[in-house]
């Protein structure tokens, strides 16, 4: 079945670094784009990333940029988000999706989600 | 930025209508899709396209999309439909999320 594993989830402390990657199966990952979403305590979901089929369209919310790279391995069908200089508000549940996308008329959601790997930045 | 506004918390009888709006600048112009939300579990896509619905999804949940606000509607609301909900649409390039908006079923 379709299916997107997160895993590199852990604690951290500020300004550290981590990568998580999000293992895809059940479907031709490299027909789609995917995204990083997160989820912080007690708030709403957040938009993190996204990257093209081929890797070389990628957008970064503001939030994150700068510090934050996505990347993916399509033989291997993973993706990845390397994180530096990790900040306390960085602390979330991190979800992979799988994405939909089109151009005309633009459009552009997420069908199917991973369980989410959580990542904590405290001293 | 683009902002998308939706009310913190909105309470229904259980088989009653339930409506959850999404408010932004011409968002009639855009597509939108909705998310549901359960504590401890994933995002499920419940609305794409404004109006569709994925396979899976009971016919109960439906959508609209006109001028600034777009609606989730849940019609005959089920106690397992109390979640968080969350709309989504994407402006130049940039994926948008609203606040959420928790669905309390009394």
């Known amino acids: 079945q379709v299916q997107l594993v997160e895993s590199g989830g852990g604690l951290v402390k500020p300004g550290g670094s981590l990568r998580l990657s999000c293992a895809a199966s059940?479907?031709?990952?490299?027909?789609?784009?995917v995204s990083w979403i997160r989820q912080a305590p007690g708030k709403g979901l957040e938009w993190v990333s996204y990257?093209?089929?081929?890797?070389?369209?990628?957008y970064y919310a503001d939030s994150v940029r700068g510090r934050f790279t996505i990347s993916r391995d399509n033989a291997n069908n993973l993706l990845h988000l390397h994180m530096n200089s990790l900040r306390v508000e960085d602390t979330a549940v991190y979800y992979c999706?799988?994405?939909?996308?089109?151009?005309?008329?633009?459009?552009?959601?997420?069908?199917?989600w991973g369980k989410g790997t959580t990542v904590t930045v405290s001293s | 930025s683009y902002d998308l506004t939706q009310p913190p918390s909105v309470s229904v009888s259980p088989g009653q209508t339930a409506s959850i709006t999404c408010s932004g600048d011409?968002?009639?112009?855009?597509?939108v899709c909705w998310y549901q939300k359960k504590p401890g579990q994933s995002p499920v896509l419940v609305i794409y396209?404004?109006?569709k619905r994925p396979s899976g999804i009971p016919e109960r949940f439906s959508g609209s999309n006109s001028g600034n606000t777009a609606t989730l509607t849940i019609s005959g609301t089920q106690a397992m439909d109390e979640a968080d909900y969350y709309c989504?649409?994407?402006?130049?390039?940039?994926?948008?999320f609203g606040g959420g908006t928790k669905l309390t079923v009394l």
């Open positions: 011409k968002l009639g112009n855009k597509y």
């Open positions: 396209q404004d109006i």
């Open positions: 999706a799988r994405d939909q996308i089109a151009d005309r008329p633009p459009d552009y959601y997420m069908d199917v």
């Open positions: 059940g479907f031709s990952f490299s027909d789609y784009y």
């Open positions: 989504q649409a994407w402006d130049f390039s940039i994926v948008v």
């Open positions: 990257i093209s089929t081929s890797g070389s369209i990628i």
